[in-house]
């Protein structure tokens, strides 16, 4: 499985953005770059996703590197709600291979009012 | 549309006996996963099943631990004779399949929160 390697721990200000990185300097041609976060006492939940492109939605937004070593997510303005801890995770896109999720010690991310 | 929903939330168990955890997918699903996070650790893949079928269980203990997909009903992770270092918590998630963009999310549940006295 890729690895991935993120900060252990960040802080931010309510209403500021935050930069969380990911570097994956083994990443291959077929790798999904996906992003999961986990709120305290909760489930994890999809963020984002994307391959070389830069992508949007109404979460984050992820920027990824033109080598595709590594990759950033961007939330535009934390809200104390982002409190979780964020995982960068690779997920090649093989057929019939396992679709499980491998997820690293991720990045905790502390939002202050 | 309901999420994915897992019973119990709690579970207390002494040790020798048996923990049956259950996980309901997202309608439409049919590929469920189990994910276990020890006390202050990060979460570990246990398995993943289609409808009747095991697809992937590399994660699973070798001894104790087996998990089902039924063609009617819920998944169904089952542990025997538990020990305390089971204690944990166990996550389901679900997807709807392979093809296309659908197979690039899992959605979670809210786990199972297993206590072994």
């Known amino acids: 499985d890729a690895k991935t390697t993120q900060p252990n721990s960040m802080e931010s200000n309510e209403e500021e953005p935050v930069h969380l990185p990911c570097n994956h300097s083994?990443?291959?041609?077929?790798?999904?770059i996906h992003w999961y976060r986990q709120l305290p006492s909760q489930g994890p939940e999809y963020v984002i996703h994307?391959?070389?492109s830069n992508v949007n939605n109404r979460m984050a937004s992820l920027a990824i590197a033109e080598d595709r070593k590594s990759s950033t997510l961007i939330l535009h303005r934390a809200t104390l709600r982002d409190a979780a801890v964020y995982y960068c995770i690779l997920r090649p896109l093989t057929q019939g291979g396992s679709e499980k999720l491998v997820f690293g010690k991720g990045t905790k991310l502390t939002v202050n009012p | 549309n309901a999420g994915v929903m897992q019973n119990p939330r709690h579970l207390v168990r002494r040790r020798g006996q048996e923990a049956r955890l259950r996980c309901s997918p997202m309608?439409?699903?049919?590929?469920v996963y189990w994910y276990r996070q020890l006390p202050e650790e990060g979460l570990k893949f246990m398995v993943y099943l289609q409808k009747e079928n095991i697809i992937d269980e590399s994660g699973m203990p070798k001894e104790r631990f087996s998990a089902e997909f039924p063609k009617e009903g819920p998944s169904i992770l089952r542990i025997q004779q538990v020990v305390r270092g089971d204690s944990a918590a166990y996550f389901c998630?679900?997807?709807?399949?392979?093809?296309?963009?659908?197979?690039?999310?899992?959605?979670f549940g809210p786990g199972t929160r297993l206590t072994v006295l």
């Open positions: 994307g391959l070389t």
């Open positions: 998630a679900s997807s709807p399949g392979t093809s296309g963009r659908a197979r690039n999310e899992q959605f």
């Open positions: 309608k439409g699903h049919s590929h």
């Open positions: 083994t990443i291959s041609g077929t790798d999904y």
